[in-house]
């Protein structure tokens, strides 16, 4: 084990471990707890390393022979200078609950190659576009609302995340709040950014997932904007299998159709998920 391998398993914890060959090691500068089963972390970026605003990349930590890695949305924008990652906290899930425990100085272990579908380049152009999200599943729109080229795209940005307790929307609601004073962020996306939060477990849209807020026009209501035109209207879905499902479906019922990288569509679907 190299002099440098060596320092960063020991600041995990995990003395006596290699960085496996192929991946990034590198440096948790901030975690911030927001509930008792969501936090964020913030590290450093390596300098070769390029992502489009939106994919994902393979996450673990240098704490056994074989580290365990899981897919994370990169919450950060393409031009950020470090990584942005939020996540929920698994008691016993194989990497959550060591990775809950990081502190700034802490490594952290990364493939190379990000990937993903929830990238501009996978949608037509349009005028309007929707990011639908539920829990951790808004990760990969906390890049896109801080992307520049998000709002020279598109007209409008609609962000709704949905969660069941008003405290998990937080990290959604500080993100929104930063946008509007940011020195470079306010005034590009001034008048053309909106947020939509509920929780299904209480406040005012107790009992309503996103789909029944859809169903019922409500969404479109509280927003002052029309139903959902596939002529100028794009959608981009990150959350749960079944919200994944149900949303795809009533995206379709509104006529959109699913896009790829390789085929860009009105609507695409990120389908890699953490433990």
């Known amino acids: 084990m190299t002099a440098t391998a060596e320092t960063a398993a020991q600041a995990s914890g995990a003395p006596g471990f290699p960085i496996p060959a192929n991946v990034f090691a590198e440096t948790v500068t901030e975690v911030k707890h927001y509930t008792d089963s969501l936090f964020k972390f913030r590290m450093t970026r390596p300098p070769s390393f390029r992502f489009r605003t939106g994919e994902f990349a393979m996450i673990g930590l240098p704490n056994a022979e074989k580290p365990v890695f899981r897919a994370y949305s990169i919450a950060s ?22 990775l809950q425990k990081i502190r700034p100085g802490d490594t952290v272990l990364m493939r190379k190659k990000p990937t993903g579908t929830l990238v501009l380049d996978a949608l037509l152009s349009g005028k309007r576009l929707y990011l639908f999200s539920t829990g951790t599943g808004i990760a990969p729109f906390a890049g896109t609302i801080r992307d520049p080229e998000t709002y020279e795209k ?13 405290a998990e929307l937080h990290y959604g609601e500080e993100l929104v709040e930063a946008l509007k ?16 939060g509920s929780a299904t477990r209480e406040g005012e849209h107790k009992g309503e997932r996103i789909t029944t807020l859809m169903e019922t026009g409500k969404l479109f209501t509280d927003l002052g904007v029309p139903p959902i035109d596939p002529a100028e209207d794009r959608a981009m879905i990150c959350g749960s299998m079944a919200m994944l499902k149900d949303t795809a479906a009533m995206c379709e019922r509104f006529g959109l159709v699913e896009g790829s990288n390789a085929n860009p569509g009105t609507y695409v679907v990120e389908r890699a998920f953490v433990d």
């Open 181 to 196: 004073t940011d020195e470079i962020l306010a005034e590009i996306s001034q008048g053309k950014l909106l947020y939509h």
């Open 77 to 98: 924008p393409s031009w950020d200078e470090e990584l942005e990652f939020f996540s929920i906290k698994v008691p016993d899930g194989p990497l959550t609950e060591h």
């Open 154 to 166: 598109f007209d409008q940005v609609i962000l709704t995340h949905t969660t069941r307790t008003l």
